[in-house]
């Protein structure tokens, strides 16, 4: 009887193993919300800086078979900065939205729930900055990312997972709304120690 419970129990953690992966015309949903505010304020003193940043950043995929995944996801930071001084408060707040396509390649570990993957992506991105509700400063842009990372199968429908920085190139052309001067600004950023995003995805 034992022997017999051992066995059924072995298939069924072997089934739901077995199961935890992804398949040909699976659709990927899932994406990460972040959230930071920062304070400083002058010693013995009235002036005060406080930023409070909130992004969102959907992802949608479809599973071309087990190991391929291409999609879009759209990344969304709003930012808000308020300067506090005797003489009154400056708010600023900036806006960036970089649209864009991804391709994945997902390997299971063994017979395990967990997986790596490693993504490659590619986003145009655009934005502005307001200083009292004026225009300071817009610009437009594209950026291209290759990075690492796991993902955990919780069940069939559901995973978590955690990138991990990556290299990442970026061109941007900033526009000083007042003066119309234009500045070109490209970066080069190796950091995959440096930064790890962390996300949800539900798969249908």
Excluded: C
Aim: hydrophobic residues 40%.
């Amino acid at each position: 009887m034992k022997k017999l419970i051992v066995m059924a129990a072995v298939a069924l953690f072997g089934t739901q193993v077995a199961k935890a992966q992804l398949s040909k015309g699976d659709v990927i949903l899932g994406g990460n919300v972040n959230v930071k505010t920062t304070s400083a304020k002058v010693k013995d003193g009235d002036d005060k800086t406080t930023n409070t940043s909130f992004g969102i950043s959907p992802k949608v995929g479809y599973a071309l078979n087990s190991n391929w995944v291409i999609g879009v996801f759209a990344e969304t930071q709003f930012g808000n900065k308020k300067v506090s001084t005797k003489t009154g408060d400056v708010k600023t707040k900036t806006l960036d939205i970089t649209p864009g396509i991804f391709v994945r390649n997902y390997h299971m570990i063994g017979q395990s729930k967990f997986a790596f993957f490693a993504e490659a992506n590619a986003g145009y991105g655009f934005g502005n900055t307001k200083v009292e509700g004026n225009k300071t400063e817009s610009y437009n842009g594209f950026a291209v990312n290759v990075l690492p990372g796991i993902t955990y199968f919780v069940t069939k429908h559901f995973m978590i997972e955690g990138a991990f920085g990556g290299l990442g190139y970026t061109y941007a052309q900033n526009k000083n709304e007042a003066t119309g001067v234009k500045t070109n600004v490209s970066d080069f950023d190796f950091n995959f120690t440096k930064q790890l995003n962390l996300g949800v995805n539900f798969i249908f």
